[in-house]
């Protein structure tokens, strides 16, 4: 059984109530979903691109995660490759601290620097 693209007022992972917090978090939680998010912000990549930036996520796994990324409107398709949309750029100015924060985590908790 194929899980469906969760949307808001239905049924997701964590919430029968489909509450718009816990449909994108289903979504973001599946596998590459954030990574793609996060590669994509540096600008527009094609699919074999956007592999190798997502250290080698298998192609079904990546033509998954861009299907359900493009039907949630945070990422398109245009003649340069994949981008994000409006609201994926606005997602990630949103996940963007999350980078330096987890540097400073990394050091504190596990005395490790970024590679």
Not at 85 to 114: C, I, M, N, V, Y
Request: aromatic share 8%; net charge positive; proline share 5%.
């Amino acid at each position: 059984m194929t899980a469906s693209i969760p949307k808001p007022g239905s049924p997701v992972r964590g919430s029968k109530s489909g509450k718009p917090i816990m449909a994108l978090f289903d979504l973001l939680g599946r596998s590459w979903a954030l990574g793609i998010v996060w590669q994509l912000a540096d600008g527009d990549l094609t699919f074999r691109q956007l592999q190798d930036r997502c250290e080698g996520v298998s192609p079904t796994v990546l033509n998954k995660r861009l299907k359900e990324l493009k039907e949630c409107a945070l990422v398109d398709h245009g003649g340069n490759g994949y981008r994000l949309t409006d609201l994926g750029s606005e997602l990630f100015a949103l996940l963007q601290p999350f980078g330096g924060w987890s540097q400073s985590w990394a050091k504190e908790a596990f005395g490790k620097r970024e590679r």
